[in-house]
């Protein structure tokens, strides 16, 4: 092979690799963990201003949460809690038209008056839940939890789904 010719190759092969390589860095699943991500991040750090944004105002859910009910929850954990950690394996990601369903396990620990420990769920029986979210300007929101199941709360979740 020529000179030329190998050089117009690997050209091809580094244009169709970027090409598809863009195509799953924007795909809508991507996107979304991203989004995901950076919400756990500020979260962790106590800041509501880069966790409420990743949230639609038309949030619900089946158990009577709203953009606002979640954003006081998110509040008080960050308030009462020092050094919040979550850790999180995000399982099925489906994506549908205009929106994305996305499963999650997760365990939220933190420290309050000096003592460490789990917060939400634990390694053992975390919780679990299914996101959807959907396209709004300017992007990806979390439009409502569809299925949620903390080991703390189960009784209180049952007795409050669907009232």
Not at 12 to 26: D, E, I, S
Not at 43 to 63: A, H, N, T
Not at 84 to 98: H, P, S
């Amino acid at each position: 092979m020529e000179r030329k010719q190998l050089i117009a190759v690997i050209a091809l092969v580094a244009v169709v690799g970027g090409a598809l390589w863009l195509r799953n860095f924007f795909s809508p699943g991507q996107v979304v963990r991203r989004q995901l991500f950076e919400a756990v991040a500020a979260f962790e750090i106590g800041k509501m201003l880069g966790v409420m944004p990743k949230i639609s105002r038309s949030y619900s859910d089946q158990w009577g949460g709203s953009y606002e009910s979640l954003g006081g929850n998110i509040q008080s954990v960050i308030e009462t809690y020092d050094r919040i950690e979550m850790e999180f394996d995000i399982g099925a990601v489906d994506v549908l038209d205009g929106e994305v369903r996305l499963g999650l396990e997760f365990v939220v620990s933190g420290t309050y008056e000096g003592n460490r420990g789990p917060i939400l769920g634990t390694s053992i029986d975390p919780c679990r839940a299914t996101l959807r979210w959907v396209k709004e300007q300017p992007g990806w929101r979390l439009k409502e939890t569809e299925e949620l199941d903390i080991p703390e709360y189960r009784k209180e979740l049952e007795e409050r789904r669907d009232r």
